[in-house]
């Protein structure tokens, strides 16, 4: 399927372009961190401050490995958009993805105080050591060896000590912009990921028949599906590149932020779903809409609810 054939789809392309700007920033705040803390530290020797990505503080290269991570997934929706807009889904899976890194990245720089960073980057290292411990790849005295190290290093650190990672859902109420980003954009990109109806209805066999009435081919598509994934990573980057500025690179631009009556200009330029469509009857004889086979309750919600 032609992502040309597609109503709207110029838009999904206008946003992606916003987007790769905002990759763009995102690649270039960690050089511009350790550029700064390499000047830092021969200005100042080893008495350098608590606030460079200088390899003294794990937060902060921690935060850099995840926001890299993030980054990478951004560009993959980037690249799955251009492709084909029938990678919707896909890039669902990884705009979820994306947005809980840059949630992570979020909380794990949030505290003012450097110690209280630490504690929580001792807390995600060892939820990386209960992963390897549980995959098989440490023994139960190599796990306890290394949590007992990790304890060691957060108790030398001082400051408030981390029990548990938050989970995304409580990460997303704290930093996000819109009270729906969890709902509408995280949970529905996780869809896909589960292999849900949802996740599969754009492939389903009644939207499917739908659409093809329409005079549609191939499985049902619409712009408005990129909406989601789109949002969750433009939502994402907002929540975690300016604390990542603020605190390790201050003052350096986010020109592709800084676009976002761009991005949100995109967004409210696609077009109306299947169902508003359908029942507009855009060029389809009555008879002919009225004989196609009707969505189900979660397809109607995916579709209505995509962005």
Known sequence: MDSSSVDGYEHVLDATRVLKAVVDDLFDLPGAAQ?????????????????????????????????????????????????????????????????????????LLDPEDANDREQRWAAVKKEETRFYRNAGFLSDADFNEEIDEIDAVAQHAGGTIVKAIPSVETLARDYGKAPTLYDHFYRFGSQPTHGTLVGAGTFEMDARCGWQALGHEGEWIEAEFWGGPLTACWEGATIALPRYRDLLVPKHELPGLGREADFVAAMRALPANYQAKATAALGVAADRLQSAPQLNRAQRRAAQRAR
């Open 35 to 107: 550029t700064r803390a390499v000047a830092r530290r021969e200005e100042l020797g080893e008495d350098h401050g608590d606030d460079l990505l200088c390899g003294c503080w794990a937060a902060a290269t921690t935060a850099t490995a995840t926001l890299e991570l993030a980054g990478r997934h951004m560009d993959a929706v980037i690249h799955l958009a251009a492709d084909h807009a029938g990678f919707a889904p896909s890039a669902a899976v990884l705009a979820r993805a994306a947005l809980e890194s840059l949630l992570r990245v979020r909380w």
